[in-house]
């Protein structure tokens, strides 16, 4: 039976220090992101760090998935 990328994720969550260090990176550009979207008037200075958080964010995002289609695939040689 195929593992689910949600059993994978929580996997790596639990044992993997690396994908720990994305997950967290991650939530603290989210925070980020959400802080300035509070603001009622963003500067061109606070776009610019806008894009470039959500740029970030979703290089670390890549990384995560990247995390999770290797052991998907791990499973999938070992089970088929």
Request: glycine share 2%; no cysteine.
């Given at each position: 039976?195929?593992?689910?990328?949600?059993?994978?994720?929580?996997?790596?969550?639990?044992?993997?220090?690396?994908?720990?260090?994305?997950?967290?990176?991650?939530?603290?550009?989210?925070?980020?992101?959400?802080?300035?979207?509070?603001?009622?008037?963003?500067?061109?200075?606070?776009?610019?760090?806008?894009?470039?958080?959500?740029?970030?964010?979703?290089?670390?995002?890549?990384?995560?998935?990247?995390?999770?289609?290797?052991?998907?695939?791990?499973?999938?040689?070992?089970s088929g």
């Amino acid at each position: 039976m195929p593992i689910s990328p949600r059993d994978i994720r929580e996997q790596l969550l639990a044992s993997n220090p690396e994908y720990q260090q994305l997950v967290q990176e991650h939530s603290r550009y989210d925070s980020q992101i959400e802080q300035l979207s509070k603001a009622s008037f963003l500067s061109g200075e606070d776009l610019v760090q806008e894009a470039e958080l959500k740029k970030r964010r979703l290089r670390v995002k890549d990384e995560m998935e990247r995390f999770v289609a290797q052991i998907s695939r791990a499973h999938a040689a070992a089970s088929g």
